[in-house]
């Protein structure tokens, strides 16, 4: 099956500092999502993004399936950016796999 | 809009006994899966219904574990006996079609 992968696994950035989080997918997806885990353990969705690219405030998001990969950017970043953020995709219509996620923390 | 409800938030038993977890999706979603999140697994895909069918259940970990959803709005996973490695953080997800899933925000169990 599909294998989906982030990197880096760690990041630890000051506030207002800009990163980049890259997803790479093993095989060509139908769908994929970008999701931030916070400190509380909720799942927040951030982008739905098979393809293109989105903004959505000081994130955005990026994939190009035919290079099999996407990136999520987050610029001017705030002490609330912290967390895990997880890409998920899916080669079908509902089974997304997980990558193991990117651990985030902003220092004020 | 209400958001995916799951209960209870946090969950502590003794081993052996039985658990019930519960979810309520965002009314008008046809989709309904549940998820186990580990240090160890990460997030797996538990079980899948559509329209109130179980579609996929080929991550259920063991004879253990059964899941159901008797309605729209309502679905129920259970552990029966549960183990102190069934401990995790179990998420409930609806969605409609190909639209994004939306997680509730979890039960916390620990099986002692």
């Known amino acids: 099956g599909i294998q989906v992968e982030q990197s880096p696994p760690d990041l630890i950035l000051q506030e207002g500092a800009n990163s980049t989080l890259r997803c790479n997918f093993s095989?060509?997806?139908?769908?994929l999502q970008w999701f931030h885990q916070n400190p509380w353990g909720q799942l927040i969705n951030l982008f739905y993004?098979?393809?293109g690219t989105k903004q959505n405030g000081r994130l955005s998001a990026t994939t190009v399936a035919t290079e099999r990969y996407s990136l999520l950017y987050i610029s001017s970043s705030q002490t609330t950016d912290s967390g895990v953020y997880f890409c998920a995709a899916t080669s079908g219509t509902y089974k997304y796999i997980f990558g193991t996620g990117t651990r985030l923390k902003v220092l004020a | 809009d209400a958001g995916v409800i799951q209960s209870p938030r946090h969950e502590v038993t003794e081993m052996g006994q039985e658990v019930t977890l519960r979810c309520k999706p965002i009314s008008g979603h046809n989709s309904l899966f549940w998820y186990r999140q580990t240090m160890m697994r990460g997030l797996e895909l538990l079980i899948y219904?559509?329209?109130?069918?179980?579609?996929?259940d080929s991550g259920m970990p063991e004879d253990r574990f059964s899941a159901k959803m008797p309605n729209a709005s309502f679905s129920t996973l259970k552990i029966q006996p549960s183990e102190p490695r069934d401990s995790a953080v179990y998420f409930c997800?609806?969605?409609?079609?190909?639209?994004?899933?939306?997680f509730g925000d979890g039960t916390r169990l620990s099986i002692l």
């Open positions: 095989d060509s997806v139908n769908n």
């Open positions: 219904f559509n329209n109130n069918v179980p579609i996929d």
């Open positions: 997800a609806s969605g409609l079609g190909n639209q994004p899933q939306h």
């Open positions: 993004i098979p393809s």
